[in-house]
């Protein structure tokens, strides 16, 4: 009888939990991505997280958007406040407290595939709300936290890996990240 140790585990991959065809954005729907989940899915072992959901807001919820502040957090190129989109519910210090917290938990990565666009997990040109005008300069401040916290984790977002070379050199980089951590772990 062949007992698994941990070397023989497939890497640990963070994924949005909607990507996973949970029930957890904000109008009660997901965004299950088909292809992801059949190309990787075997191949890696899913840590889901919503941000959202795991600091309260609950779903079905008031969508959120990034609002353009001098007095806000750095999310990618942009200073922002993370705010409900009717009631301007305040968000940003909850959600960044909690992901300062939830990093201490995700230490054991070897890579992480966030939902593009969103005000919690976009990796990139995540749209920023001003003065009458909005542009993609942000990151969802999820997602700032775990590119800082782990600058050398591979991420990516699912529209990135529906191109297949994407693809493939993440799971080169998470199989890489995997080897040198458990390298460090033994």
Do not use: N
């Amino acid at each position: 009888m062949h007992v698994m140790s941990y070397d023989d585990r497939r890497p640990r991959v963070g994924i949005s939990r909607c990507l996973l065809g949970d029930d957890v954005r904000y109008d009660g729907g997901h965004k299950r991505d088909a292809i992801l989940l059949s190309t990787l899915g075997a191949f890696v072992e899913w840590v889901p997280v919503c941000p959202e959901v795991e600091v309260g807001m609950g779903t079905p919820r008031e969508a959120i958007d990034l609002v353009e502040s001098d007095d806000g957090v750095k999310a990618g190129q942009a200073r922002v406040r993370l705010l409900g989109v009717s009631s301007r519910t305040d968000w940003t210090e909850t959600m960044t407290t909690w992901s300062a917290a939830r990093m201490r938990t995700l230490g054991d990565l070897d890579g992480y595939v966030l939902k593009s666009d969103s005000p919690s997990c976009g990796l990139r040109d995540v749209e920023v709300h001003g003065s009458g005008e909005m542009e993609r300069a942000g990151r969802g401040l999820f997602a700032e936290a775990l590119t800082t916290a782990f600058p050398d984790l591979p991420v990516e977002d699912e529209t990135g890996l529906q191109d297949a070379s994407v693809r493939s050199d993440f799971m080169e980089r998470v199989l890489a990240h995997r080897r040198r951590r458990l390298s460090l772990q033994g």
